[in-house]
């Protein structure tokens, strides 16, 4: 079995997976936290023996306050800061280019496409490294994609659980309904089932992510996820409390869940 990793968006979060020793790596979402908390959480994190990675934005603008994802970069070029990047947007595979000499290990996530060999072998081109199983990609599709990765040798990140986006919005809930709060939360939608749909507030880069309101979760299906033999799978936590990510962890069956496109594709 490939490395457990997690990525995390609350510092209660940090608290519950620091608990366990078969987690090897840790992402710290980099839009959920300032600046001075993602280098305090990077110092814990390091200091319990596993490594510190950052999950960069979804959206990002020539404006944006702060280090940019080419600044950490610079800072890990040297062996220093944090060692593990999830790349999330074009802007980031393109900094990328200003380091063929790199020290520092990344993953192009599920958010840059990769649902064909095509865009696979653009990936390839620049410097993908190691690549998510596309998240719209069905159980034989996901073999296909392990297979070709294989043969390129490039590692494979499989997500096995979270909550998956349904959109991204530079629109802003929470400013249209009460005014910039600047709260950096979670507000929630009603959909026409009634079901709530998570809605995380990213505003230290004002934008919106809306989640499905079902998790998604591999859970179970161990016998197939082995199959795939990816090199690493990730636990995305974004709404989950600390309690939440124990029972998660210690093995409490989760009472409402999808398994995606794992057993149904897309048309």
């Not at 297979?147 to 249209?176: D, F, Q």
């Not at 919106?208 to 795939?228: A, T």
């Amino acid at each position: 079995m490939g490395e457990i990793r997690v990525s995390i968006e609350r510092g209660e979060q940090l608290k519950a997976v620091l608990q366990f020793p078969f987690i090897k790596g840790i992402y710290l979402d980099e839009g959920a936290f300032s600046e001075e908390e993602l280098l305090k959480y990077r110092g814990e994190i390091q200091n319990s023996g596993k490594w510190a990675g950052l999950r960069f934005r979804r959206i990002q603008r020539r404006e944006d306050r702060g280090r940019s994802p080419k600044d950490w970069m610079e800072e890990a070029k040297n062996e220093e800061g944090f060692r593990h990047f999830l790349l999330r947007a074009l802007d980031q595979v393109a900094m990328l280019q200003d380091f063929p000499d790199r020290k520092f290990s990344t993953c192009f996530d599920y958010t840059l496409y990769s649902y064909n060999q095509a865009a696979m072998e653009v990936w390839e081109s620049l410097g993908a490294k190691e690549m998510c199983f596309p998240i719209e990609f069905r159980f034989q599709e996901d073999m296909a994609f392990s297979e070709w990765a294989r043969s390129r040798r490039i590692s494979t990140e499989l997500l096995c659980y979270g909550h998956l986006p349904m959109m991204v919005s530079a629109n802003c809930i929470e400013k249209t309904r009460n005014g910039c709060t600047r709260g950096n939360n979670v507000v929630s939608l009603q959909d026409r089932q009634n079901k709530s749909m998570p809605v995380r507030l990213y505003c230290k880069y004002c934008y919106n992510q809306i989640y499905n309101s079902d998790v998604l979760s591999l859970i179970g299906l161990e016998k197939e996820v082995e199959r795939l033999g990816a090199s690493s799978f990730r636990f995305d936590f974004t709404v989950e409390s600390e309690k939440e990510i124990l029972e998660l962890f210690q093995g409490k069956p989760l009472k409402q869940f999808t398994r995606g496109h794992f057993h149904k594709g897309i048309e």
